[in-house]
């Protein structure tokens, strides 16, 4: 018996599917899955929103709707949970299954102490007196690194970090121990450094507390760094399962391929590499239709995909369920992704080494005087034509603050923008028309800077009468369908309203209406951050277009450092308000010279699992922005520091050309001499 | 200490609002037509005997000295004489009459408030179901009722069928309201009616957005219970926008019930303001909306800490970790 249970998987899923029943039809969100997870086995679970990830793990803890329905078998340790009563389901969750989502401050209660929401879990499920569960609380948090847990616990949710909260809603699921814990998108809201940790505490604890995971996510880097295994999901199905590496070196289904190359990731670069991107956008899935769910959008499909198909095991252990795409043209290995990317032919115009926009010390404070937040703390910058500056940070670093002040949402507290010759440290209201047109935003959630009780053509339309001055009907028409036709949406959508759109479109809309004033300088907070990959993808491809065909610069600001390496010439990273580095991509991503670049460049997770590196564990999170400090806004978190010096003294800027400069006091040769390994992969991985 | 800080400034702010809310009061009844001492002696008065009295009420003096003077009257207790009854302290009436509206608005509170809350939850928690339906349904058919309307029905059954109440709220001369405390319940019943709908259909909506919460489902996929989840996970947090709304309507539960208490004919703080304005008893006026006012402004007050002490947000600030 004893034996049994060690080689019983942990989890078996046979036939599993999910139905939701709407008014008029019948939607699939889970179709015909099976999957297996053996005892401290990680699967990781990869695939675009909306295709029934999350579903598929509420389903197995019987977390669903009212109106959705299951059938199948979920087995969980030799037992059918799918056969369970609700009141037997409790004895589960938390206790032998636990679960951790995404957004760990809404998934705590507000007005409850950490500590009682820890020890309720164990008192429930292991009927421990308060006082154990506190012990046991407090023991647990120290596992995962928590240096002052028992203060912790008396502690409110809000009053912790956001890692922190993570570390805690962990802590929660681990509590009683559980045999199988799910994590869905655990990391998504967090931090890269943060994210870094966090991920590697996961794949720490599982051995230690001999778990199996389900690690779900949208970012295949991500799940690289944990999984053994990887299932990839699209539309409600398993489309594709295996070892990690094969997910990524051999993928055999299409839709695989086309998302592994339409994620941005080390070593691809405007320069050389068109992105793949995926035509359309994920559906939802009616229970009449059949066949393979990829049709829509697949470049492989031929007659016959239409029906239906087998999930066959094309290799040992690798399965997939298209046996069409690959079997016929390459027997033997698929073609190589990295050689079907398509080469950009190299004549865009060479950034021309004119300024269009400097900053001179630009401070910008929020709040009363004394609790005051340095949001931006003091940032020269200057900007050529013709280029695309990539600005990247955590959060709460300053870099939307830029944005939004050269953007004339925020005046500078002190300090001078200039434009173009012109000093516009002013509200917008105070700019010319002239400038107005030439500076243009376009923001993460485009639904809320699209006004939607009017058309694409009276959101387009309006800016080229008032800024363009074009007051002819016919003309404006034409030109709106011009630039539509150029972001990809066709004269159609000439009367559409922003929320008949996706978010990909409404991106597109956004960016159609940007470039209707022809602007010289265009700042793009976050664009991509909220588009599944493959749209990513090609609003990304949408955006180097216009910026070599219009020859207008932009300000890039992300977090995500795959997608400023792919997009942008110059770097900026930014922490805490102030400049670590700049400089063009090559020597930021290839030599980075700050401690925090290096750091935040060895926590990005990579796509391809061949790629290894040890992320740099910062500790803690960066200091109350609302106090003043003297020295280095890193020192408290810094793995390099020199000494005292970087407590009292702020860091000189030290120039390593005429492009690369940073901030440290770091001896300029102690850095060339140590090769700072996060750079050395990105560099290598150059094509 | 942020609470403290809360505390202090939300204090202040409530005596500005009465300093400015007792000079607005004073002067728009300064500006209404008609003469104090032309109305006290009657049209046919002369001029002289006008102008005597005028003279003995310190009418003539400037506008700000007679502010001053009222309203350091006010802040020292002393609400001046009633016009309508000669000479009559307001104070000997005005006090008893606060006693009776606080003691109904108190009753109605104990009556509305438990009832509203848990009808609300049970039909936040029990949402699209027939619970729900049928605890929406009363609400609003209940909110859509006028005082007038449903005191009428209640008197209907409880008096005239069922002989338990009076029909009037009338406390007979010589005793006092606590002998004669089953005069509340009517006026009560009926103040129930209103509030029901509005507190209930506040309780559920807040009900319904923080069981859809993540916390919630957290609690849950814990394998808590659903009563324990409801209770010790959602009532708190769920309870916030209500006290609110509660809080808010402490003010009209104490002053603003001149149709409940006309209708009953309770001798309350409502019924008095109303034959104050039909008499034209002008300081008598300015007493009892100055007091509601402040009735208003202090509940609002009370209600902002209830709302910061129970939300953790407030009461402790953000920390360093
Ligand atoms: S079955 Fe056909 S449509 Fe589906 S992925 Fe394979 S080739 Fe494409
Ligand atoms: S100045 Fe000091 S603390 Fe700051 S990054 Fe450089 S070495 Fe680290």
Redesign the interface.
Same mark, same amino acid.
């Given at each position: 018996m004893k034996n049994k249970q060690k080689t019983m998987p942990v989890l078996e899923i046979n036939n599993l599917n999910v139905e939701y029943k709407t008014l008029t039809d019948r939607i699939v969100a889970v179709k015909d899955i099976s999957l297996k997870v053996g005892r401290k086995e990680a699967l990781g679970i990869i695939g675009e929103s909306g295709c029934g990830k999350s579903t598929l793990t509420y389903a197995i803890?019987d #977390?669903l709707p009212?109106n959705g329905s299951r059938s199948g078998e979920v087995i969980f340790m030799g037992e059918n949970l799918l056969e369970k009563s609700p009141k037997e389901m409790?004895? #589960? $969750?938390?206790?032998r299954i636990?679960?951790v #989502?995404q957004?760990p401050y809404?998934?705590?209660?507000?007005?409850?102490t950490i500590g009682f929401q820890l020890e309720?879990?164990t008192m429930?499920?292991q009927k421990f007196s308060r006082s154990k569960a506190r012990e046991a609380a407090i023991e647990t948090l120290t596992d995962l690194y928590m240096g002052?847990a028992a203060g912790?616990i008396e $502690? #409110?949710p809000?009053?912790?970090?956001g890692g922190?909260q993570q570390r805690v809603?962990i802590a929660?699921a681990l509590l009683c121990k559980p045999d199988l814990m799910i994590l869905d998108e655990p990391t998504t809201a967090l931090d890269v450094t943060t994210e870094a940790v966090i991920l590697d505490i996961i794949g720490e604890l599982k051995e230690k507390y001999n778990m199996s995971l389900i690690y779900i996510s949208h970012d295949i880097g991500v799940v690289n760094k944990v999984a053994d295994r990887i299932a990839v999901m699209y539309r409600g199905e398993v489309v594709e399962t295996s070892s990690q590496e094969a997910i990524f070196n051999d993928p055999l289904h299409p839709y695989t391929r086309a998302l592994i190359s339409c994620m941005p990731r080390a070593g691809v670069v405007k320069e050389t590499v068109r992105l793949n991107t995926i035509p359309g956008y994920v559906t939802r899935r009616s229970a009449a239709e059949t066949g393979c769910p990829f049709v829509p959008r697949c470049d492989k499909k031929r007659p016959g995909c239409e029906d239906r198909y087998g999930f066959t095991e094309r290799k040992s252990g690798h399965f997939t369920a298209c046996d069409r795409a690959y079997a016929e043209d390459v027997p033997e290995r698929p073609v190589q992704i990295k050689k079907k990317e398509v080469k950009l032919p190299d004549n865009g115009p060479a950034p021309e080494h004119r300024t269009i926009l400097q900053l001179d010390k630009i401070y910008r404070y929020f709040g009363p005087p004394g609790k005051r937040i340095r949001a931006v703390d003091g940032v020269d910058l200057t900007l050529d034509r013709n280029s695309v500056l990539g600005v990247v940070g955590e959060s709460g670093c300053g870099k939307s603050t830029i944005g939004n002040t050269v953007g004339g949402l925020l005046r500078p507290t002190s300090g001078k923008i200039i434009f173009d010759g012109t000093d516009i440290s002013v509200s917008w209201r105070k700019r010319s028309p002239e400038t107005l047109r030439e500076i243009q935003l376009i923001f993460q959630n485009p639904g809320r800077s699209l006004n939607p009780s009017f058309t694409l053509e009276a959101i387009i339309g309006r800016p080229m009468k008032k800024l363009l001055g074009i007051n002819s009907g016919e003309e404006r028409k034409k030109r709106i369908v011009d630039i539509l036709k150029k972001v990809d949406l066709g004269e159609e959508y000439l009367y559409r309203r922003p929320r008949q759109l996706s978010g990909g479109e409404m991106q597109r809309a956004a960016v159609a209406r940007a470039f209707s004033i022809s602007p010289n300088l265009l700042i793009c907070d976050e664009p991509t951050s909220a588009l599944d990959a493959s749209v990513q993808a090609s609003v990304l491809n949408l955006l180097v277009d216009l910026q070599k065909e219009s020859g207008a610069s932009y300000i890039f600001i992300s977090h995500d450092l795959n997608v400023i390496n792919y997009l942008s010439d110059m770097i900026m990273v930014m922490y805490l308000g102030r400049i670590c580095e700049y400089g063009e991509k090559h020597e930021v991503v290839g030599s980075p010279c700050h401690p925090y670049t290096e750091a935040l460049l060895s926590a990005v997770p990579d796509v391809d699992p061949s790629i290894k590196k040890e992320a740099i564990r910062l500790e803690g999170?960066p200091?109350?922005p609302t106090i003043k400090i003297k020295g280095c806004p890193f020192a408290g978190r810094c793995h390099r520091k020199v000494g005292t010096v970087c407590d009292t003294t702020p860091p000189p800027k030290v120039d390593f050309s005429e492009t690369h400069f940073s901030y440290c006091h770091i001896k300029p040769a102690k850095i060339e001499k140590k090769v700072m390994q996060a750079g050395e992969v990105m560099r290598t991985q150059e094509i | 200490m942020d609470f403290l800080e809360r505390f202090l400034k939300r204090l202040g702010f409530m005596v500005l609002t009465m300093v400015a809310m007792s000079m607005l009061i004073f002067f728009l009844v300064e500006i209404m037509p008609g003469d104090v001492a032309q109305t006290i002696l009657g049209q046919a008065a002369t001029e002289e005997s006008v102008a005597a009295l005028r003279e003995s009420m310190g009418l003539d003096d400037p506008i700000h000295v007679r502010y001053l003077r009222w309203a350091g009257g006010f802040v020292q207790g002393d609400l001046g004489q009633s016009i309508y009854m000669r000479g009559v302290e307001i104070s000997s009436i005005f006090w008893r009459r606060v006693g009776h509206s606080m003691l109904l608005a108190f009753t109605a509170f104990i009556f509305y408030v438990p009832v509203s809350i848990l009808m609300g939850i049970l039909a936040g928690v029990k949402a /699209?179901k027939t619970a729900d339906s049928v605890i929406s349904f009363v609400g609003l058919a209940t909110m859509a009722l006028p005082e007038f309307v449903s005191g009428i029905i209640l008197i209907t059954i409880f008096s005239v069928y069922l002989e338990i109440f009076p029909i009037a709220s009338l406390i007979p001369i010589g005793q006092t309201i606590w002998g004669n405390l089953n005069i509340l319940v009517l006026p009560a019943l009926s103040i129930t009616i209103v509030m029901f709908g509005y507190v209930s259909r506040m309780q559920r909506s807040s009900m319904i957005g923080v069981m859809s919460?993540?916390?919630i %489902? =957290? =609690?849950?996929?814990? /394998?808590?219970?659903r009563r324990y989840v409801i209770f %010790?996970?959602a009532l708190?947090?769920a309870l916030l926008p209500t006290i609110t709304i509660i809080g808010m309507n402490m003010g009209w539960l104490f002053g603003g019930l001149i149709v409940v208490e006309t209708l009953f004919g309770f001798p309350g703080l409502g019924s008095l303001t109303l034959s104050a304005i039909k008499t034209r008893d002008i300081p008598l006026i300015e007493a009892c909306v100055l007091f509601i006012t402040f009735i208003f402004v202090f509940s609002t007050f009370i209600t902002d800490m209830a709302y910061a002490f129970?939300?953790?947000?407030i009461r402790?600030?953000? /920390?360093?970790?």
């Open positions: 803890v #977390y009212k409790e004895s #589960y $969750r938390g206790n636990a679960m #989502y957004n809404s998934s705590l209660n507000p007005s409850l309720e879990v429930f499920h002052d912790i $502690r #409110y809000h009053q912790i970090s922190m809603c929660m999170s200091p109350d | /699209g919460s993540d916390y %489902r =957290a =609690a849950t996929l814990k /394998g808590m219970p %010790r996970h708190k947090n129970l939300n953790p947000k402790f600030k953000q /920390g360093e970790v």
